[in-house]
């Protein structure tokens, strides 16, 4: 029988080698509880589809309208479907599944804008990308976002489910949508839990870095308002964007992801969205270093019912800000309108400048709040996450440049 330190050694091992499915595999057995001798049946189902760190992307009919998420306390295993109870003929608390084609245009973009295709290469690799330009773009210098997708899912699927275009429309900005390559990783995960991929400079990074400056260089584009946001592993990777490049963004969007530096490798990712990042640290060596002193701007979103990655995730990111910076505090509860109750907490500075935004949104899953269901991964119950996280970056502008890298 394999013991469970052997287990995460090998899995180790195994990740090292780029054989992300015989690890995610095998660490699947350990959190299980299994012994590695029982499973031969389960490594053969591993090669035959792609296990990803992350949910299934669920999905659900235009019609239906979301009850509540799955509240059971059971710790869902990463790569295990994540599913969404629906009002549907079949009544209240039904699970229901409809299958879904890709969005379709009105899904994705707003009358008169643009919806146009790019790719950026460096020594790192190349990406494509989906650039939105609002309507109103005649050459004036505008605000960026650049939009980082969840595991299983496209950039037009992104664009669909945040509407994060018509709301780029109504504040007239430009938005960026990079797309993680299938060959990068299986199920299109950002590899936000590799070291390699955490530096400012290479792997991912300079790849998403350099797809910023390449908009940036061809657009004009308010180079003191560039902002990132992401979903999940997307949202995992924004937060290395910040902390690598505090010079590049003026505030990052986190929705249902980790701090950066929460994981170095494939085990350490597990017991960081199973347990949170602070059990993945152990305290040592955690927390976003900037060289220059800033705190880069922050808005968290997370469900407190969150199977896939734990919710205290959420507050580490906050925490890791916290530990260098005196805020004071300010906390409002509400509810939306036949949807979801939340906690909204800002740490505001000296100055009473606003630098830090938490919403806990109370029965959430792993899911975009306020998202339309037709793209994957949202929850329309709300709060409108991306009104509010558009909001919140608007507010900020890039001060001095500074350097930062993840510990």
């Given at each position: 029988?394999m013991?469970?330190?052997?287990?995460?050694?090998?899995?180790?091992?195994?990740?090292?080698?780029?054989?992300?499915?015989?690890?995610?595999a095998?660490?699947?057995?350990?959190?299980r509880?299994?012994?590695?001798?029982?499973?031969?049946?389960?490594?053969?189902?591993?090669?035959?589809?792609?296990?990803?760190?992350?949910?299934?992307?669920?999905?659900?009919?235009?019609?239906?309208?979301?009850?509540?998420p799955?509240?059971?306390?059971?710790?869902?295993?990463?790569?295990?479907?994540?599913?969404?109870?629906?009002?549907?003929?079949?009544?209240?608390?039904?699970?229901?599944?409809?299958?879904?084609?890709?969005?379709?245009?009105?899904?994705?973009?707003?009358?008169?804008?643009?919806?146009?295709?790019?790719?950026?290469?460096?020594?790192?690799?190349?990406?494509n990308?989906?650039?939105?330009?609002?309507?109103?773009?005649?050459?004036?210098?505008?605000?960026l976002?650049?939009?980082?997708?969840?595991c299983?899912q496209?950039?037009d699927d992104?664009?669909?489910?945040?509407?994060?275009?018509?709301?780029?429309?109504?504040?007239?900005?430009?938005?960026?949508?990079?797309?993680?390559r299938?060959?990068?990783?299986?199920?299109?995960?950002?590899?936000?839990?590799?070291?390699?991929?955490?530096?400012?400079?290479?792997?991912?990074?300079s790849l998403?870095?350099?797809?910023?400056?390449q908009?940036?260089?061809?657009?004009?584009?308010?180079?003191?308002?560039?902002?990132i946001?992401?979903?999940?592993?997307?949202?995992?990777?924004?937060?290395?964007?910040?902390?690598?490049?505090?010079d590049?963004?003026a505030?990052?969007?986190?929705?249902?992801?980790?701090?950066?530096?929460?994981?170095?490798?494939?085990?350490?990712?597990?017991?960081?969205?199973r347990?949170?990042?602070?059990?993945?640290?152990?305290?040592?060596?955690?927390?976003?270093?900037?060289?220059?002193g800033?705190?880069?701007?922050?808005?968290?979103?997370?469900?407190?019912?969150?199977?896939?990655?734990?919710p205290?995730?959420?507050?580490?990111?906050?925490?890791?800000?916290?530990?260098?910076?005196?805020?004071?505090?300010?906390?409002y509860?509400?509810?939306?309108?036949?949807?979801?109750?939340?906690?909204?907490?800002?740490?505001?500075?000296?100055?009473?400048?606003?630098?830090?935004?938490?919403?806990?949104?109370?029965?959430?899953?792993?899911a975009?709040?306020?998202g339309?269901?037709?793209?994957?991964?949202?929850?329309?119950?709300?709060?409108d996450?991306?009104?509010?996280?558009?909001?919140?970056?608007?507010?900020?502008s890039?001060?001095?440049?500074?350097?930062?890298?993840?510990?």
């Amino acid at each position: 029988m394999m013991l469970k330190q052997d287990m995460v050694r090998e899995a180790t091992r195994l990740t090292r080698a780029g054989r992300l499915v015989e690890a995610t595999a095998l660490l699947q057995r350990m959190l299980r509880g299994k012994a590695a001798a029982d499973a031969a049946s389960e490594t053969s189902f591993a090669t035959r589809e792609p296990l990803i760190i992350d949910a299934k992307a669920n999905v659900i009919g235009k019609a239906d309208r979301p009850h509540s998420p799955d509240t059971s306390n059971r710790p869902r295993i990463p790569g295990e479907e994540l599913r969404q109870h629906t009002r549907g003929r079949s009544g209240p608390g039904s699970r229901a599944k409809v299958k879904r084609g890709p969005p379709s245009t009105p899904d994705i973009l707003p009358e008169g804008g643009k919806y146009i295709e790019g790719s950026h290469s460096n020594p790192a690799g190349s990406r494509n990308y989906r650039l939105f330009i609002p309507s109103n773009y005649r050459g004036q210098p505008l605000p960026l976002v650049v939009m980082l997708h969840g595991c299983t899912q496209s950039p037009d699927d992104f664009a669909a489910g945040t509407r994060m275009n018509f709301i780029a429309e109504e504040k007239t900005c430009l938005v960026v949508y990079p797309a993680q390559r299938r060959e990068a990783n299986q199920a299109k995960c950002w590899n936000w839990f590799r070291t390699a991929d955490q530096q400012r400079g290479s792997g991912e990074p300079s790849l998403i870095a350099g797809i910023t400056r390449q908009i940036m260089r061809d657009y004009a584009v308010d180079q003191k308002r560039v902002y990132i946001a992401g979903l999940s592993a997307g949202a995992a990777a924004a937060a290395i964007m910040g902390a690598t490049y505090p010079d590049l963004y003026a505030a990052i969007g986190i929705h249902s992801g980790l701090a950066c530096g929460a994981a170095t490798d494939l085990p350490s990712a597990f017991v960081a969205m199973r347990q949170g990042a602070s059990a993945a640290s152990s305290g040592s060596g955690e927390g976003i270093n900037l060289t220059g002193g800033r705190t880069v701007p922050t808005i968290v979103f997370h469900g407190d019912r969150d199977m896939t990655v734990h919710p205290s995730n959420g507050d580490h990111i906050l925490g890791q800000s916290l530990r260098t910076t005196s805020t004071q505090t300010k906390l409002y509860r509400g509810r939306v309108q036949g949807g979801h109750a939340y906690t909204r907490t800002i740490h505001t500075d000296a100055g009473g400048r606003a630098i830090l935004e938490h919403w806990n949104i109370h029965g959430a899953g792993h899911a975009w709040s306020g998202g339309s269901p037709a793209g994957s991964y949202t929850d329309p119950q709300g709060p409108d996450a991306t009104r509010e996280m558009l909001r919140f970056f608007l507010d900020h502008s890039l001060p001095e440049q500074s350097v930062a890298r993840c510990p």
